[in-house]
């Protein structure tokens, strides 16, 4: 971290805006990509082919 760089000035947004849309942006594409794989794998369709594969 840059910490002891910016103790004595204050943090320009402008050079640290692409950091910060950049750490939203994974934030967000995670959730949706944690959803998706949620929906997908814990889905009730697919419990259903485990069980019938369980059953077979």
Known sequence: MLIGRFKDEKID????KWIIFTYILLMILAIWVWRYMFDTFFSEKLLLLLKNRWEL
């Open 13 to 16: 947004f402008r050079e640290h």
